[in-house]
T-cell receptor, first 111, second 112 residues
């Protein structure tokens, strides 16, 4: 069974530029999550989708971050404009019966 | 808000030694999870625990769901070089919001 797919794996941009990440969850998983993981810390939830609806986006900095899951399958996370402190690994996960399975992440470096 | 205290933050051990780490919470969970994260990869689920007092093994890994439902333990026996990485505990309440609360991780180093 294929796991959670994410792209790109790495991205380097300058501050104030825009960036987008893509995630394809495990087939059949209705719930999809985006996390931000800063070096040396555990993952921090940004947004949770159930099918194509948002369950929780309370930790998403909505002035610059946006996410969508239009058809209830794959999802994109966008940052516009990026700041230096956005440098982190962005993890996507999907879940089945509460168990979350993670993708490999996208490592973002903002210069 | 809910917090998980995971300890130790890091460990330096000799190959072949056993490892113990734990996680405590101010809140009750009905599911405890243990993940391992290798450099440049996402966390990989190692063990899931669903019942207070439950002891579950996965190869050389053994984890326990504490009786109080506020703590969990992970033991690794006879450590090998590929055990190096960061181990995260996580608690959730299934069928409520399926939101996982992560600990800050235990970084395991193995000395040659």
């Amino acid at each position: 069974e294929a796991g959670v797919a994410q792209s790109p794996r790495y991205k380097i941009i300058e501050k104030r530029q825009s960036v987008a990440f893509w995630c394809n969850p495990i087939s059949g998983h209705a719930t999809l999550y985006w996390y931000q993981q800063i070096l040396g810390q555990g993952p921090k939830l940004l947004i949770q989708f159930q099918n194509n609806g948002v369950v929780d986006d309370s930790q998403l900095p909505k002035d610059r971050f946006s996410a969508e899951r239009l058809k209830g399958v794959d999802s994109t996370l966008k940052i516009q404009p990026a700041k230096l402190e956005d440098s982190a690994v962005y993890l996507c996960a999907s879940s089945w019966q509460g168990l979350q399975f993670f993708g490999p992440g996208t490592r973002l470096t903002v210069l | 808000g809910q917090q998980l205290n995971q300890s130790p933050q890091s460990m330096f051990i000799q190959e072949g030694e056993d490892v113990s780490m734990n996680c405590t919470s101010s809140s009750i969970f009905n599911t405890w999870l243990w993940y391992k994260q290798d450099p440049g990869e996402g966390p990989v689920l190692l063990i899931a625990l669903y019942k207070a007092g439950e002891l579950t093994s996965n190869g050389r890994l053994t984890a326990q769901f504490g009786i109080t439902r506020k703590d969990s333990f992970l033991n690794i026996s006879a450590s090998i070089p590929s055990d190096v990485g960061i181990y995260f505990c996580a608690g959730l309440i299934v069928l409520r919001d399926d939101k996982i609360i992560f600990g800050k991780g235990t970084r395991l180093h193995i000395l040659p």
